[in-house]
């Protein structure tokens, strides 16, 4: 399977004699282990290998891989700092039907009149749920919730992300408000003071 690759996490050690790997999975995507049969791996950037999986067992951010009795230990051995993918299209959902927050890094926002807000810049899981950066067409950051309410529509294959009524759920960085540049355009540009 080729296309594109969604990067879940790193090996970060094996037991050979068991076939099991050690993972530390990307923050945002432990969820995306849960009952996978089979998985990616990518060693030294080769093309990702298809391994079946025995089993998986989480603890937060570690996860526990065995692999079937089909991986040969010397194969196992050389999955050793290995990076796990996903093809983008075995990406699971999350709970209330968005995509996962990570895939909506880099998405073009726009209202249901189809007027341009601008491109999500990052995403952060907070216990209150998910907050999302965006560069406004008019130069300022913005966090908005990602909440139904707010998101209409999600289109990953466009690289779309439909909003309605931004004014109410937008949050402007309070340097743009005051007409101040931040401190992170002005290190961009060199005109820190």
Request: proline fraction near 5%; glycine fraction near 10%.
């Amino acid at each position: 399977m080729s296309g594109p690759w969604l990067h879940i996490g790193r090996v970060a050690a094996v037991n050979v004699a068991r076939r099991r790997l050690r993972v530390r999975a990307v923050p945002g995507f432990e969820d995306e282990y849960a009952d996978r049969e089979q998985l990616w791996l990518a060693v030294k950037a080769a093309e990702p290998v298809q391994v079946r999986v025995a089993g998986i067992r989480a603890n937060g951010a570690e996860i526990t891989v065995e692999l079937t009795p089909g991986v040969s230990r010397d194969m196992a051995a050389g999955f050793r700092g290995a990076d796990v993918m996903l093809p983008i299209a075995l990406q699971r959902r999350a709970k209330d039907g968005f995509p996962a927050l990570p895939a909506l890094s880099g998405l073009r926002v726009i209202t249901t009149a189809d007027d341009f807000v601008g491109h999500v810049t990052e995403t952060r899981d907070t216990p209150g749920g998910g907050v999302m950066w965006l560069q406004c067409a008019d130069g300022t950051t913005a966090t908005a919730p990602v909440t139904d309410a707010f998101i209409q529509a999600v289109d990953l294959d466009a690289g779309i992300m439909v909003v309605q009524g931004p004014a109410r759920f937008l949050v402007i960085d309070a340097d743009a408000r005051a007409g101040k540049t931040s401190r992170t355009t002005r290190r961009r540009t060199g005109h820190e003071d």
